[in-house]
Every structure is written in C-alpha cells, then in structure tokens.
C-alpha cells in the first residue's frame, strides 16, 4: 500500500524545471521524493504562491501530500503549536563536512572504498572502533533488516524499521539504524548522504526487493561503517554501506552509489554530489547539501518509522 495522504511541516529545498519541460518539481529537505502539483487542480495555483514565498522567505509550509502520485495536494500556513513544534524539534548539526562532487561512472572500486587511501574524511578520527571484519559487518547487516516491519517479528529494537517502503523515509531508517549499530553493537557509525541538487539529475533505483518499480529521490542517506577486509595479503579499511532497502549485504560505498544512478528506471539518473557526515547528521537543511538537522531524541525518527510501518513500495 502506497499512501494517498501524508501530512507534514515542511521546508522547501528547491523549485526546479525538469529536462524536457512538464511541472515543476518541488523538493523539500525532510523528504526525499520528489513531488509536483496537479495541472489541474484549484488550489494548485494558490499553492504554488506559497511555496514559492517560503522557499524566499525560507519558511516552513504544512503539506497535505499524495506519495502514491508524488503530488502535492494542499499547502497551508502552519499553525502556532505546529510551528513551536517544528522549531523545538529542528537542531541543526554544528560544523557539517564538505559535500563533494563526483562522477560515479568514474569511480574506480579498486581505490576509491579504501578509507587511508582516498576517503580521508576528517570526522573518521573521532571514533576509531571499526568494524574488524566482512562476517561482522554481515551480522550488524542481519540485525538491522531482521527489524524490518514487513516481517512478522518480534523485534529487537521498537519501532520495527520500514525496510519494505523506500520511496521516502531513508533519514528515519538511516538514524534508527546508527543507533542499533553504535549503541547495541558499539561501532563506528557515520552516515553518507547522495544528492541529485544538479541541473536535471534525480537519483532512481529499481526496487527489485519490493516489485521492481521504479523510485526517484533527489537525496537518499544511509548509514556508513569502515570494515577492516582482506584483500589477498592486504587489510585494507573499507567504506561499506548498511541499505536492507536496497540490498541484502553490507555494500561498498561506490556500490551503494551506482545503484542509484539507474539509468534504465530515469535517462537523467545522476548522483550531483555524495557527502559523509557524524552519525547525528539526520536529513539536509538546504538544497546544496551544506547544512543538515538532528534528531538527538529520536522522536523524529520513530514518529516516521512509526507513521511508515505498514506501507509497501511498489502498487
């Protein structure tokens, strides 16, 4: 089952026009598909105008949204309490790391997963217990999707994670999970963020665990750990990525990032830009991936763990 209605405090990241013309795509920092406004709706006008006032004026909207279709229904004014609320729950993430460009289809595997050689992220030295091997990283994997709410439990953690829907909520599954690896497997745990917040590019996968439709994002995040590997009579520290949405086994950083470059599902299929961040990081604060919230509480997380756990991805 896929929505037809879905109600949030929102921000606008950005107002862009999609290659080759149609509506545009409007793109909001605590979501990450990609949503439009029906041509022939009534209030879409009247919409529009807000929309395009707050992404000026940089304030929040309440959305009335239809995931199903990827349109967004209603744009109002949010109240008082909704936007006290909002205000207490938005922490913004104090120093974030630089947000770099890159060309997936570039990426040579052989160098770019190794974290001494290529990725020497600053924050890396902040917490030093890494993984110690592949097998490990397979049972922090296991852990982690047994928690999946398409399963009939029980479960170890509460809220169960909705690995079964990912046309949204990849920050809630991402930060539920750095919890579960930090906290109950006491792991290093940083987050990896990929944007699509260039020219025409969007970020589409194919589904194949849940149908094999087709899923467009402008950003997906899910949580990065360094494994220490064998590589014949090297021990290398690898990137891999922990995404029981998308795949079965931990993945290597540059695997991660292809699959969503998927051209078959969107021909402007493109990752912009990749950024990795500290563990707290929750979801972006801006188009431009300079700048990202917290979810300290994890009240966010498990309100929409909470409000995701019955939903299927694909009709």
Not at 164 to 181: F, N
Not at 203 to 208: F, I, R, T
Not at 253 to 260: G, K
């Amino acid at each position: 089952m896929i929505p037809t209605k879905e109600t949030g405090v929102l921000t606008v990241a950005a107002i862009r026009k999609p290659k080759g013309g149609g509506p545009l795509e409007y793109l909001f920092n605590e979501r990450q598909q990609i949503f439009t406004l029906p041509v022939a709706a009534r209030a879409a006008e009247a919409s529009s105008a807000r929309l395009k006032a707050s992404f000026r004026e940089n304030a929040p909207v309440k959305a009335l949204l239809n995931p199903r279709q990827s349109l967004i229904q209603k744009i109002d004014v949010p109240s008082p309490q909704e936007m006290d609320e909002f205000k207490r729950l938005r922490i913004p993430l104090d120093k974030p790391e630089k947000v770099m460009p890159i060309e997936v289809a570039a990426i040579d595997p052989n160098t770019f997963d190794i974290v001494d050689q290529y990725l020497k992220s600053p924050i890396f030295r902040l917490c030093t217990r890494v993984v110690p091997d592949y097998k490990t990283a397979k049972k922090l994997f296991d852990f982690c999707a047994k928690q999946s709410c398409h399963l009939p439990g029980p479960y170890d953690i509460s809220p169960c994670i909705p690995f079964q829907y990912v046309r949204d909520g990849c920050y809630a599954r991402a930060h539920k999970m750095r919890w579960i690896i930090t906290t109950e497997f006491r792991y290093c745990c940083e987050k990896v963020f990929g944007f699509a917040n260039q020219d025409f590019d969007r970020l589409a996968v194919k589904a194949d665990k849940w149908g094999g439709c087709c899923v467009s994002w402008w950003y997906h995040v899910a949580p990065l750990i360094r494994v220490k590997y064998r590589l014949g009579t090297l021990r290398p520290t690898l990137a891999m990525v922990i995404d029981p949405g998308m795949f079965d086994k931990p993945v290597r950083l540059s695997t991660w990032l292809a699959a969503q470059e998927n051209k078959g599902c969107d021909p402007n299929a493109k990752v912009s830009m990749y950024s990795i961040q500290p563990g707290t990081a929750y979801a972006p604060a801006n188009y431009a991936g300079t700048a990202f919230m917290t979810d300290p509480s994890y009240t966010s997380t498990d309100a929409t763990l909470t409000a995701y756990h019955s939903l299927t991805t694909c009709p």
